[in-house]
């Protein structure tokens, strides 16, 4: 059973340019959230997608989107970065269950926006 | 204000003390979670609790809800220095995840 995979693992952008972070969910997940996690903070939940659907979402912009693919594997894309959205990009996958969702982390994708 | 609050925000240690560390809220949840993230990783979950006043253990941990399902404890007995790392505790409400801001935890050999 393969974990969750992320890619790439470090990028350097420059502000107002574009960038699309890539997730691999656990085998048998059929849920993917995205968090950001700023240096010395917990993570901050950007939005959850379940069968390719967005079905929460957090206090992020709507330059922050994202994609979920039928093999369950995912897309964080952020528009006109600021230097703001230099953090840990972290997603996690899960089976979606009516209590709770026990989630598997990748090990993260650190932007820094210059 | 934050939806989880965590205490203390940094802890160190000597191998071999106890510690607790906390989490509260005044919100009520169906479910808590917690997880430990060390530096370049991300988080590991390592319990979700489910009931007022449960108690779960893993090995050294002791994990405990509290009986109105606003907060909850981590008990580590005999911290060793493979227990550093930033303890986060987390709940799924309304299709939303929220996390603390974590305990950092520093065990000294």
């Known amino acids: 059973e393969t974990g969750v995979t992320q890619s790439p693992t470090h990028l350097i952008k420059t502000r107002g340019q574009q960038v699309t972070l890539r997730c691999s969910s656990q085998?048998?997940?059929?849920?993917v959230s995205w968090y950001q996690q700023a240096l010395g903070q917990g993570p901050q939940f950007i939005f959850q997608?379940?069968?390719?659907?967005?079905?929460g979402r957090g206090n992020f912009p709507p330059r922050f989107s994202g994609l979920q693919f039928p093999n369950y594997s995912s897309e964080l894309n952020v528009n006109a970065l600021e230097l703001d959205d230099s953090a840990l990009y972290l997603c996690?996958?899960?089976?979606?269950?009516?209590?709770?969702?026990?989630?598997?982390f990748g090990p993260g994708t650190r932007l820094t926006v210059l | 204000t934050q939806l989880l609050e965590q205490s203390p925000q940094f802890l160190s240690i000597q191998e071999g003390e106890n510690l607790t560390v906390y989490c509260n809220s005044s919100?009520?949840?169906?479910?808590l979670q917690w997880y430990r993230q060390e530096p370049g990783e991300g988080p590991v979950l390592l319990v979700t609790?489910?009931?007022?006043?449960e108690v779960k253990k893993l090995k050294r941990l002791t994990f405990q809800f509290g009986d109105a399902r606003k907060d909850s404890s981590l008990h580590i007995t005999a911290a060793q220095t493979g227990d550093t790392g930033l303890y986060l505790c987390?709940?799924?409400?309304?299709?939303?995840?929220?996390f603390g801001s974590g305990t950092k935890l520093n065990v000294k050999p």
């Open positions: 996690a996958s899960s089976l979606m269950r009516e209590l709770y969702n026990e989630q598997f």
């Open positions: 085998s048998g997940h059929n849920t």
């Open positions: 997608y379940y069968r390719e659907e967005e079905n």
């Open positions: 919100s009520v949840f169906s479910s």
């Open positions: 609790v489910v009931t007022g006043g």
């Open positions: 987390a709940v799924y409400n309304f299709n939303k995840f929220y």
